[in-house]
């Protein structure tokens, strides 16, 4: 049996008409998600050395190896910041001439990574210290979401401070994927920063987070509404923590005035809409929870009051 | 040192002998989960042409691409429809010809993909005016999970519509692992539909959805209870979200018979059961959190309070 | 234009000699990430036969193939603990001859799976009858991410209990990625358990289940608190579940000695640091949700005060 196949075509061809919105016809071409996804990668093999390799990478070898993955990333890269400044609003500067500008952008990048693995080290120190779990730092590394997860912030940051646009983006929803917790690029986020089980953790563009910062999954860093769109895109919508807070699973904090004070432990499921000061402890009132028997564990209707 | 093979392998064949119901030998054999998965990144290719291909895409290919894309997905998509109306329970006109009706299935299936379009383009202008993160259109297609979730439903719904077995939710699970939200294909969704962040969120079988409604993460629409199980099946078991509801973060809202009148806005954290009337703000009480000043930070026992 | 890559190259190796913590350089190689998924994922087409695979498995081929299957398993998995045991903490008779114990450890292990096999037909049979959305147990054992992630654990625990480092934990963490629910390797979880939707659900190190258990997407079985970290390593610090307990979403609970006894029912969103005695029900309290008119659908500074 054969497909209507013209017809069908014919359909489709109508609709890219109908719609063009949703269609990426002729002109630039966009970065390409799987070349974003192949360069992260490779950032982070630079970043860990030895760590996502199956040989044993040798003293010896470590320059020429690196230096190897360097040049084959900075070309790569280089492509994709192109077609991204090209394709999207940019700095006049950056307009004129794109392929240099990529150039440098990629250079600049690149020189960031040493100050990245520093960042990192305190974040793989404070995973380790803080959860009993861990038996040792190589597993924090290889087997913890968090760190993939704030390995590809901290280097996706580096790209929204230099106004890239649209490759950070794909890093962290690349990450996002794999991780559950969803950190916008734009978030600025201090040394020894952990999160534990990740899942379901968002932290807004505009969030700003102190030292000794420990979350829990779930936990939100919210802006106050979205009601209002576009028209507050550039404002601190998100909230502040101070240095040594520790919000626990599934509380939502919300607002770009709210700030947590240092030293502040914030309990699960709380939702906290305005600041509160140094060294609180925030916790759910006891009174909310009710505690009675189930009459008869055979009466099946039972569950349905929940 | 070799291992013993033989007495391994005795005993999982002992096992399967034994434990029948999680095998799955001989007779028909099941939709293939790897051949759905290709369908479906296809069947996005087809959907949103240019975005998720490296090269660019000329208005001059375009006919000829879209009907070679369609032709080799039209028989990949049949024979997977194939295995499942063959493999389970199905009408008795389906039964008597199978290969027929994946075929009518197919050509049917493939005709609707326009009016999937033309809803998904509303779910983008949706997620574009909402998020004030979102620079332009592309980056809310390209890096949004939320646009790849909506458009994977209402693939999977316009299958799960057609009483197809199987293959939907084969496709609703792969977009769940990426998105981390679980909609259940069944769900009627309406247009302007936007989800943010999304890990976490679950829509179960029997929602609906009304126009420009808005989720956040970690939103439940679950069925009251499901201590009943099975019995339940084919009962109106979600909650119905009217037009203009906007649902915050971790609120669940519980039962078939519970509707969020239009215009209403749940918080962050909220549990209902209910129905509520239209234009209505619920939120958590105030009095419920306690914010108390930590003793003594030095007080390591402290933190166990919480 | 050329890129600085001896300048870059530089920066990088000062920074590996400088933060040596997270390199991994010379030394025995650690089991490798791949390695392990790809032995996960043979261990998973072994213990659902004909699930996995594209084509059909015809009785008089099963004791063949399911001798090359562990064949090929068995070595593979056999290096990957060699790994594991040669490079971390373990038993001194370990420590003396670690491919011997890898060996056996190997062939101890697979002896264990007809055993994981007859809990997870229980586990399949309490998600079927549990979930009305459920349409046959082939649907279950292929689309539900709960099933995958339970036997993925159910394999890890295996290993966990032979005190194997490091690979359990890398076994989990895939599974992690892919369903949303992060379970360690060390929890107890006993037969017929469930948990649906799975995303965002933490059980901790030490959490004990017992029978007939049913969980949702993001509850929490977590520690009282990580503030002294390291120090509470080994002790029980997650909750005991008795039979028959269910948990709905985005509950957390805490600590280990709190015991939710059996036959007991916690709500949504519920926070809970004690136990509770057999057969109850605990709720939110009724009065923390107030719902009130929005006075003004026009006025777009209204949803602000959420």
């Known amino acids: 049996m054969n497909f209507p196949i013209a017809e069908l075509t014919g359909a489709m061809v ?3 008409a109908q719609l063009g919105g949703i269609n990426r016809l002729e002109g630039a071409n966009l970065p390409s998600k799987g070349a974003v996804v192949e360069i992260t990668a490779d ?3 630079l970043l860990f050395p ?3 390799d199956d040989r044993v990478i040798e003293s010896s070898e470590l320059k020429a190896e690196t230096a190897l993955l360097l040049d084959s990333l900075a070309g790569r890269l280089e492509d994709q910041l192109y077609k991204a400044v090209r394709s999207f609003d940019c700095a006049e500067a950056v307009k ?3 392929r240099r500008a990529a150039h440098e952008l ?3 990048f690149l020189r960031s990574l040493p100050a990245v693995r520093a960042m990192l080290s305190t974040d793989i120190e404070a995973a380790f210290l803080g959860d009993p779990a861990a038996r040792n730092r190589e597993e924090v590394i290889v087997a913890y979401p968090g760190i993939e997860a704030v390995a590809v ?3 996706a940051h580096e790209l929204y401070l230099r106004e890239v646009p649209f490759v950070p983006r794909i890093m962290s929803e690349w990450s996002h994927s794999r991780s559950g917790m969803d950190i916008h690029p734009g978030a600025r986020i201090g040394p020894y920063f952990f999160v534990d089980h990740c899942t379901g953790t968002v932290i807004g563009e505009t969030a700003v987070i102190g030292e000794h910062v420990k979350l829990y999954q779930g936990v939100g860093l919210v802006a106050r509404s979205l009601a209002a769109g576009q028209a507050l895109r550039g404002q601190k919508r998100h909230p502040t923590l101070e240095d040594q807070v520790t919000i626990y699973a599934n509380a939502t904090i919300v607002g770009g005035d709210t700030v947590i004070g240092a030293g502040s432990t914030v309990g699960a499921n709380v939702f906290l809409m305005h600041s509160i ?3 609180s402890l925030v916790l759910l009132d006891d009174v909310r929870v009710k505690i009675m028997p189930k009459r008869d564990r055979n009466d099946a209707s039972l569950d ?3």
């Open 277 to 279: 000061p140094a060294n």
């Open 304 to 306: 349905f009051q929940i």
């Open 14 to 16: 109508t609709s890219y």
């Open 96 to 98: 004129r001439d794109p």
């Open 43 to 45: 950032l982070l093999r």
């Open 50 to 52: 030895g760590f996502y």
């Open 106 to 108: 990629t250079t600049d």
């Open 153 to 155: 912030h901290r280097l």
